[in-house]
């Protein structure tokens, strides 16, 4: 499977790229994410988006090397990053790393990263530990954290008049780190968590959990893990009346929710570091680029950001050479890079913060909260009972 | 009140599930004495050809309500039933007289093949299937208790495939045959019986029953993966340990109380949801403590 996908990887770069530019070095740099398993509709689309910034950097002549993506799979599994991860920053041709979606791995891979001294920016995992949890020059991240996204959340959860809350969290560093940031939020408005529940990462049934909410009667069921889970517990609820508001994190917010829910995702709310492409401030080139470029898969709310990791680290191998030292200041000191998402500013633990944005599934798509029909009054979502 | 019968309910379909695949183990190991690891992958590989018998009938556009579900049930069933029997004919019986050890090694070992062969070889094998609704799912409310159509016909389905292989076991010539072998192998040749048919036959039911276990899993999640025999395979064992291996009725037995303890526990301590299946396992080991031949005990009943 690795070594399928990094094959395609750089089969996907050596097309576009055929036979010009021969002369100039070759500079490897790594891209790892999920590239099978359930989360792999995001990893996809990232290493797509990545592969779209390498190509474009070698399009340009004016480019001082030739640039290959390595791609390889985590398979959103601790242990699989923790390989891969070796394997990339044991690797003396790959200068550094656009690297990984799912926090579990990423916060497992981190230490990985820093023994070598291979500089990493983080493209799509949120969990604030990944950069505020060590001081390891080499991680940085450019898709903010979890402490953006749940105080979006519970900011306008709340204000929309959803008091009564039950968490369900997977049991990972992901799910309860978001449910420690959710509890530390709710406590300062007026609202409160009434239950809250644990899940494996791989359950199946939740129909026991999902009953003890039924008789609990919150007002909002709060979702913090990933896409395979969240589609399960959805649809479990479905199955047993549990006829109540759903909320998710950037987890959930793929296209594999949608397709793998039906009608029944529509009215599903969720947050998300990443706003729609189209209204980021480069967002039109970028999806211009990337529908050109015909891939085969959406590029996923997080692949502008991906985009973004590979741009900066060429951008910086550009200024200094393929050195990883070198590399590592320049990207350590980033202070309003313009990029697609917006300018980049790296604070002292390297993370780039951003404004989170509201969303919700509107006939099979997710569209953000101010443009769609539920904002406008069109359509209801569920109303916060007592 | 209401909700204590959906609990009771919705853990009653789960317990049939794993009650499902506990029979397997038993009637295994009531034949031959061995333990078939590689049952939970079966289950797999049922759910998946269930999946791609429904999707082969909807290119040809007969995608039909009932029909649609007799079909994939009985592409589910031969499909796990020819490599059940075939695992018996190639790797257990010549092993028999080989350490129980060796055949569990080595059906945990064709467990993992089948398993990595489905994640290698079904299209993006490695991601969830989104399995079709094959049962109406209309929603059925009787004095404030939400249940769905679909969870009842398949509740009903379950007990009617469990009645009929009792019934199958107590009352034909195949099960007198398998009773006679399970008992002692060695004299029910003797009169006549073919030992190997009988055995191969075991086996083939038995996987049968997990291909109908893995259909009726991928119906009720509207969606099956790779590795869902994995942990459904070391339930459905526990729970044929927990009855007693061996016999039929402690399997079923066995399949219900580990879906209630796991039901039982979020209950009591939704905050601690997910130690659920800690719990339910840890039961089990003090329950293997107090009843070492299961609930059912041997030298009580007879085998299968």
Redesign the interface.
């Known amino acids: 499977?690795l070594l399928k996908a990094a094959v395609v990887g750089v089969a996907l770069i050596a097309s576009a790229v055929g036979a010009q530019a021969q002369s100039k070095e070759t500079v490897k740099i790594a891209f790892i994410g999920p590239l099978?398993?359930?989360n792999?509709a995001a990893g996809v689309g990232g290493r797509n988006s990545a592969a779209l910034a390498v190509n474009l950097r070698n399009d340009n002549p004016s480019s001082k090397y030739k640039y290959e993506l390595v791609a390889l799979d985590d398979?959103c599994k601790p242990n699989v990053g923790i390989q891969v991860a070796t394997r990339a920053a044991t690797d003396r041709h790959i200068v550094a790393g656009v690297t990984h979606y799912c926090s579990a791995v990423a916060i497992a891979a981190v230490d990985v990263y820093h023994r070598f001294g291979m500089p990493a920016v983080v493209w799509g995992a949120i969990l604030p530990a990944i950069t505020y949890g060590n001081d390891y020059k080499e991680i940085h991240r450019v898709n903010g954290s979890m402490l953006d996204e749940t105080a979006v959340a519970t900011d306008f959860l709340t204000k929309q008049g959803y008091k009564k809350w039950v968490i369900v969290h997977d049991?990972t560093d992901y799910g309860n780190g978001l449910l420690k940031f959710f509890q530390e939020k709710i406590a300062k408005t007026d609202g409160q968590i009434i239950?809250?529940?644990?899940?494996?990462a791989?359950q199946?049934?939740f129909?026991?959990?999902l009953?003890?909410i039924?008789?609990?009667k919150p007002q909002i069921v709060v979702f913090a893990g990933l896409t395979?889970l969240g589609?399960?517990v959805r649809?479990?609820m479905e199955?047993?009346?549990v006829n109540i508001q759903f909320a998710g994190v950037s987890g959930i917010m793929s296209t594999?929710y949608l397709?793998?829910l039906g009608p029944t995702a529509e009215a599903t709310i969720a947050f998300h570091n990443g706003a729609p492409a189209e209204t980021l401030p480069g967002g039109k080139k970028f999806v211009d680029d990337y529908q050109k470029a015909a891939f085969k898969d959406p590029a996923e709310p997080y692949g502008p950001y991906a985009y973004v990791a590979a741009d900066l680290i060429m951008s910086a191998i550009e200024k200094v050479g393929p050195d990883r030292k070198k590399v590592l200041d320049v990207l350590n000191a980033t202070k309003g890079y313009p990029s697609i998402a917006g300018p980049i500013t790296f604070d002292d633990h390297r993370n780039n913060s951003v404004a989170s944005t509201k969303y919700v599934a509107q006939d099979g798509r997710w569209v953000r909260w101010e443009d769609s029909e539920y904002a406008s009054g069109k359509r209801q979502i569920k109303i916060a009972k007592d | 009140m209401a909700?204590l019968f959906?609990?009771f309910f919705?853990?009653a379909?789960?317990g049939i599930m794993y009650a499902l695949v506990a029979v397997g183990f038993t009637l295994f190991f009531g034949v031959l004495d061995v333990i078939k690891f590689s049952h939970g992958d079966v289950l797999t590989l049922g759910a998946f050809s269930g999946l791609v018998a429904f999707l082969a009938l909807q290119l040809t556009g007969l995608d039909l309500p009932v029909i649609g579900l007799v079909i994939v049930l009985v592409a589910a069933c031969i499909v796990t039933g020819l490599v059940g029997a075939a695992i018996g004919q190639f790797f257990v019986i010549p092993m028999r007289n080989s350490s129980a050890f060796n055949i569990l090694l080595m059906t945990l070992m064709i467990g993992t093949a089948i398993r990595e062969a489905i994640r290698?070889f079904y299209p993006?094998g490695?991601?969830?299937k989104?399995f079709p609704a094959l049962l109406p799912?209309s929603?059925v409310?009787i004095g404030g208790v939400?249940?769905?159509l679909d969870?009842l016909i398949l509740l009903a389905l379950g007990f009617a495939i469990v009645f009929l292989t009792h019934w199958l076991i107590r009352h034909t010539k195949l099960g007198l045959a398998i009773r006679a072998v399970a008992q002692d192998g060695d004299t029910a040749q003797v009169m006549g019986i073919p030992f190997k048919q009988t055995v191969l036959a075991t086996f083939a039911l038995g996987s049968m029953l997990a291909g109908i276990a893995g259909v009726m899993h991928g119906i009720?999640?509207?969606?099956i993966?790779f590795?869902?025999g994995l942990?459904l395979g070391i339930i459905g064992f526990s729970a044929a340990v927990l009855g007693g291996l061996g016999s039929i009725w402690g399997a079923i037995i066995g399949g219900f109380a580990f879906a209630a303890l796991?039901?039982i526990?979020?209950?009591l301590f939704?905050?601690?949801?997910?130690y659920?299946?800690v719990f339910a396992f840890a039961a089990i080991i003090v329950a293997m403590t107090i009843f070492p031949t299961g609930i059912i005990a041997e030298r009580y009943s007879e085998r299968v």
């Open positions: 499977m099978s398993g359930g792999s398979e049991t239950g809250t529940f644990g899940v494996g791989d199946q049934d129909s026991a959990e009953l003890k039924k008789e609990a395979p589609v399960r649809s479990q199955r047993l009346g594999s397709e793998a | 909700i959906e609990y919705n853990g379909v789960l290698l993006t490695a991601n969830p989104a799912n929603p409310e939400f249940l769905r969870s009720y999640y509207s969606e993966n590795g869902v942990l796991q039901t526990w979020v209950v939704p905050d601690a949801s997910g659920r299946d």
